[in-house]
T-cell receptor
Framework: EAGVAQSPRYKIIEKRQSVAFWCNPI?????LYWYQQILGQGPKLLIQ????????DSQLPKDRFSAERLKGVDSTLKIQPAKLEDSAVYLC???????????FGEGSWLTVV | AQSVSQHNHHVILSEAASLELGCNYS??????LFWYVQYPGQHLQLLLK??????LVKGIKGFEAEFIKSKFSFNLRKPSVQWSDTAEYFC???????????FGDGTTLTVKP
């Protein structure tokens, strides 16, 4: 079974530039998550989709972050403009349903300089 | 608000020592409980989970965890650790109503050969 795919794996950008991350969840998984993980901390939920609808985006900095899930499958997370404090690993994950096991991708490492 | 607290940030053990990692949560409803593990260079993956029934659950690689409802705890244990258990361990709680998952900040386990 193919896992959660993410790209790019690594990205270095200057502050005020923009960046986009792509995610392809496990086939058949209705729930898709984007987490931000800063070094030394646990994953923090940015946004949760159920099919192509947003379930929770309460911790998404909406002035600079946006996310969409096209046709209830792939998803894109965009940051514009980036700040130094956005340096983190961005984890995409999926699950069959919100209450069940979450399957993570390998993460996209972002460094903002 | 939902929260998860992991008491130990970094644990160092010798091989064959016993392990117990603490996890306490705060949530005003029914929860599903998880331990995830991240081995060096790998993505986060499920170690074990508790949904209902026997509060003592067994996971992969000899790990087990006990749910104590009265203490809001879900501690992870292993009788005898191996060098290959060196990893970061995350406790997570998912509310069964809203399906929102919250992660602790993780415990880094280093096992010395």
């Amino acid at each position: 079974e193919a896992g959660v795919a993410q790209s790019p794996r690594y990205k270095i950008i200057e502050k005020r530039q923009s960046v986009a991350f792509w995610c392809n969840p496990i086939s058949g998984h209705a729930t898709l998550y984007w987490y931000q993980q800063i070094l030394g901390q646990g994953p923090k939920l940015l946004i949760q989709f159920q099919n192509n609808g947003v379930v929770d985006d309460s911790q998404l900095p909406k002035d600079r972050f946006s996310a969409e899930r096209l046709k209830g499958v792939d998803s894109t997370l965009k940051i514009q403009p980036a700040k130094l404090e956005d340096s983190a690993v961005y984890l995409c994950a999926s699950s069959l349903e919100p209450q069940n096991t979450i399957y993570f991708g390998e993460g996209s490492w972002l460094t903002v300089v | 608000a939902q929260s998860v607290s992991q008491h130990n940030h970094h644990v160092i053990l010798s091989e064959a020592a016993s392990l117990e990692l603490g996890c306490n949560y705060s949530y005003g409803g029914t929860v599903n409980l998880f331990w995830y593990v991240q081995y060096p260079g790998q993505h986060l993956q499920l170690l074990l989970k508790y949904f209902s029934g026997d509060p003592l659950v067994k996971g992969i690689k000899g790990f087990e965890a006990e749910f104590i409802k009265s203490k809001f705890s879900f501690n992870l244990r292993k009788p005898s650790v191996q060098w290959s258990d060196t990893a970061e361990y995350f406790c997570a709680v998912t509310g069964t109503n809203a399906g929102k998952s919250t992660f602790g900040d993780g415990t880094t386990l280093t096992v010395k050969p």
